[in-house]
Nanobody
Framework: VQLQASGGGLVQEGGSLRLSCAAS????????MGWFRQAPGKEREFVAG????????VYAESVEGRFTISRDNAKNMAYLQMNSLKPEDTGVYYC????????????????WGQGTLVTVSS
């Protein structure tokens, strides 16, 4: 699976952004999708994940209630809607695909996009 993330940018605290992830190369509905982020000097961390059919999603506690992950299997697209952004949400955001069940650890995802930078100013 090839993944292409987009939609990052500079936004003020309290603002919103919508990240997109375009997938190709494998039937999209056969993979779970996740979003991870990495802040400067920190390890990559799980943000959100969604099942193959979109019936269930999981979130990191730090983004619960502010971020929403979704997918459109007909368009081979995954999304991350980010609202009420905080400076601590700053980082490079990666979309990832996994052939196993929905997981939260980066090591359990098999395919990665190149990342898109999100900067939240205070």
């Amino acid at each position: 699976v090839q993944l292409q993330a987009s939609g990052g940018g500079l936004v003020q605290e309290g603002g919103s952004l919508r990240l997109s992830c375009a997938a190709s190369g494998r039937t999209f509905s056969t993979v779970v999708m996740g979003w991870f982020r990495q802040a400067p000097g920190k390890e990559r961390e799980f943000v959100a994940g969604i099942k193959r059919d979109g019936s269930r999603s999981v979130y990191a506690e730090s983004v619960e209630g502010r971020f929403t992950i979704s997918r459109d299997n007909a368009k081979n697209m995954a999304y991350l809607q980010m609202n009420s952004l905080k400076p601590e949400d700053t980082g490079v955001y990666y979309c990832a695909a996994g052939i196993s069940v929905l997981r939260t650890r980066a090591s359990e995802y098999d395919y990665w996009g190149q990342g898109t930078l999100v900067t939240v100013s205070s």
